[in-house]
């Protein structure tokens, strides 16, 4: 079965809404400017029912060169997560 393209889900979101194409294209990009912009100032953005967008402070650490075997020092980042809500889990396992 193939992946869904962006211009699948489109399609089939204005379907179910009985949106246009170009209405469902731009409700779902301000859904996705909100997410981002929720993430930068509140740290997350909860999806109810699927899960939520978190934003995660990583600590610097120490790693491993796979080819070379020998360690390196890996700096201090952020990163976004999506932690799966139960409900979705159980819904789709």
Do not use: H
């Not at 996705?32 to 993430?39: A, G, I, K, P």
């Not at 020092?73 to 789709?92: G, L, Q």
Request: glycine share 6%.
């Amino acid at each position: 079965m193939a992946k869904m393209t962006k211009s699948q889900f489109m399609n089939t979101l204005a379907e179910m809404t009985g949106l246009s194409k170009k209405d469902a294209t731009e409700l779902w990009d301000k859904f996705v400017e909100l997410s981002y912009r929720e993430v930068v100032q509140n740290g997350e953005f909860p999806l109810p029912g699927l899960g939520k967008l978190v934003r995660k402070d990583r600590a610097a650490r120490m790693g491993r060169n796979p080819m070379t075997g020998e360690q390196i020092s890996i700096p201090a980042k952020t990163v976004v997560k999506f932690r799966v809500a139960k409900a979705a889990k159980d819904a789709v396992l």
